[in-house]
Structure formats: C-alpha cells, structure tokens
C-alpha cells in the first residue's frame, strides 16, 4: 500500500493582477521524502512556498495536508495556524529579528506553539515548557555550530551565518513540514555540508519532510531524492535529479534554445 502524501497540491494558481505568478501546479510529497524545487529565476519557486506557509492565497486550486488519517486545506488556514501544524520554513533574506541575540532568536521558532493564559501568566507548565525550549536551542546551536555566537546580536553575524540561524530557528518546532528557500545561498562549502548533515539527520531522526529550493545544483543531488523543475510558474520536468537536470526542456529553461541544442 502507497503512504499517502502529507502534502498534496492539487492545480495551485497564484495570480498578481494580470501576472500569473504559480500556474496550475499539482504534485505531491510523501512523509520524510526530501524533494528539490528547482527552475531559473522568476519560476514562481519562492511564490509556491508562499502559498504553502500562507503567505499568498490561491487564485484556484488546492494544498492537501495530511495529519493522521485526516487531510486539512492548507488553502483555507492562516499561516499561523500552518504553522502549527508542524510546517515551517525559511526565507531567502532569512527575515531575522535584529535586536535578539542567536539564542532568542531560535526561541522564536517556538512562538507559535505557545498557549492561551499559561504563557501570559507564565504558569508553571508554561515555565517548563520555555526551559524546555532554551535546551532545544542549545542543542541546535551546537548542531549547526553556532554555539560560539549564543550571545551575539544576529544584526552583526555574516549572511551564512545569519541563514544557518534561520535554519536553527525553522527546526526550532521539529517540524513535520520544512520548506527551505535557497539555505545554501553564499554559504561556503564547510556550511552547506552542515546543512546537508542536519538535514539529513533530522529526516532520519524526526521523520522530517523537506522540500528544498536551490539554484546549486550539487546541493539539489547530494540531498533529493526527486526533483521538481518550474519554468514560467508551471512544471515541466520531474523525477531523479540526474535524469531530470539533463532533459531538453529543463536545459533550455535555463540557459536558452540555442545553447541547449549545441549541449544536446
């Protein structure tokens, strides 16, 4: 018997006025799979996570999540009620909170599973409960190696370094769901195999579930198992990443007709 997706995106449109940003995507993924969106600049990546996370509605469409035996509609959620259904994400410009020091700022990651009066009168359950969470983040500042900076305000830490906090702070929940937009972007290579080893471990560990836009595609091989091409807001390729990178069409999606014919 096939496991069924945990999440299934079913003819999902996002439209800007006259643009159409998202067109008409349909695929699904399957618990702990780790899947790569790849596709040139402009190919509506970013806007599918956005739709995912609750951050663009859809003009059409649906987003299937599986919880249990129970499928819910993202599509008709918040985004802060995705969110605590166990998906989380990160951001291109890694959107931190300047001001708070590394540890707080993973602490955030747990935010959105605070609840009702318990934290606002800080009951004993809720003191707990926040000890709890300064203990996962030191162990994700360990994992991903940022122990050194606990302290430091993220406002003075290098790009690579503030991106591997935004990673820190997306696993901050042990997501179910985790929606990695460009992680490795500027990253030396010693960081992106950091990236590549947790990630891996949180999936073998937690049973994670990952889908990873990326423009590197070494990165894209190392760490799916199965790749999705967008090109124009639309898919047009899927499949193994070492079959899928050398396809006519994905090639001239990235590097034109005429240079794809010469390499074909």
Known sequence: MTERPIIDIRDARVQFGGLIAVRDVSFSVSPGEVVGLVGPNGAGKTT?????????????????YRTGDKEVRLDRKGAWRRAGLGISRTFQDSRLIDGLPVSDQLATGMLGHARGWGALLRLPPFVTSERDTMHRADEIMDWLGLSDSRSTDVEFLSAPARRLVDLGRALMSRPRLLL??????????????????????????????????????????TLTGRTVVLAEGAIIAEGAPEKVLREPAVLEAYIGRAAAKEML
Do not use: C, W, Y
């Open 48 to 64: 599918l996570f956005n739709a995912i996370s609750g951050l663009v509605p859809l003009a059409s469409g649906e987003i299937g």
């Open 180 to 221: 990695l937009d460009e992680i490795g972007a500027g990253m030396p290579p010693a960081d992106k195999q950091r990236v590549v080893d947790v990630v891996t471990e949180s999936v073998a560990r937690h049973g994670t579930t990952v889908v990873l836009v990326e423009h590197d595609m070494r990165f894209v091989r």
